[in-house]
């Protein structure tokens, strides 16, 4: 079985956030693809040899949590970027957990900011764990260090310089936030929070 690139989720139309800057983006996330179908098959052909147990075999393991975190992410990403989506009534489910679990809505925000703003190159994931109903702002480094077993992503903002480095400079990351803060589509986002909470295993895509 082989992954496919999941062209419906491709934004476009955002606004501080150009066509240029997801098309080259997008280039990356293909790339993310390719290379976990590449590594599936690596890793397959090198069983069949009876060379599972080699360092060559190893090495491709341990790079097989950065490309499939790359494609996963990558795909939350996308989904979650959408121009002029209102963002949820006060009343919603999820605006009601985050001001419970923060002291407010707007406290949320500014933490899930400052988490994006942290000093690597990752990504920013305010994830559901679904067995204790607790929301939590995580910082993933590179793809796969931080990723919490069984939690489930709720709004996941790629702040790799590949993110912002065609419309900003590298300097620009807290524009690139606040540009990403005023594109979500928090009508994905509370379907999957929604989902999780209900115990259902929301749509990536
Ligand atoms: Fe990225």
Do not use: C
Not at 20 to 26: G, T, V
Not at 49 to 58: I, M, N, R, T, W
Not at 161 to 185: C, L, S
Request: avoid cysteine; aromatic fraction near 12%; glycine fraction near 10%.
């Amino acid at each position: 079985m082989a992954y496919e690139v999941k062209v419906h989720l491709k934004p476009s139309g955002l606004k501080g956030i150009s066509e240029n800057q997801i098309a080259q983006h997008w280039k990356l996330y293909e790339g993310y693809v390719a290379n976990t179908n590449g590594l599936l098959a690596e890793l397959e052909a090198l069983r069949k040899e009876g060379k599972g147990a080699s360092p060559l075999y190893a090495d491709r393991r341990r790079r097989f949590g950065f490309e499939y975190n790359g494609m996963v992410l990558h795909e939350y990403y996308f989904g979650n970027l959408k121009a002029g989506v209102a963002e949820p009534a006060g009343t919603s489910a999820l605006k009601t957990a985050l001001a419970a679990q923060f002291g407010s809505f707007d406290a949320w925000k500014d933490d899930f900011a400052k988490t994006g703003a942290s000093r690597s190159i990752g990504w920013a994931i305010l994830y559901l764990d679904p067995a204790a109903g607790v929301l939590a702002n995580h910082f993933v480094q590179l793809h796969e260090e931080g990723n919490v077993a069984g939690f489930v992503p709720i709004l996941v903002m790629d702040v790799w310089e590949h993110a912002y480095m065609v419309d900003q400079t590298a300097t620009g990351r807290p524009d690139y936030i606040k540009a990403f803060a005023e594109n979500i589509n928090w009508d994905a986002v509370s379907q999957r929070y929604d989902d999780a909470s209900a115990g259902k295993i929301p749509a990536r895509f």
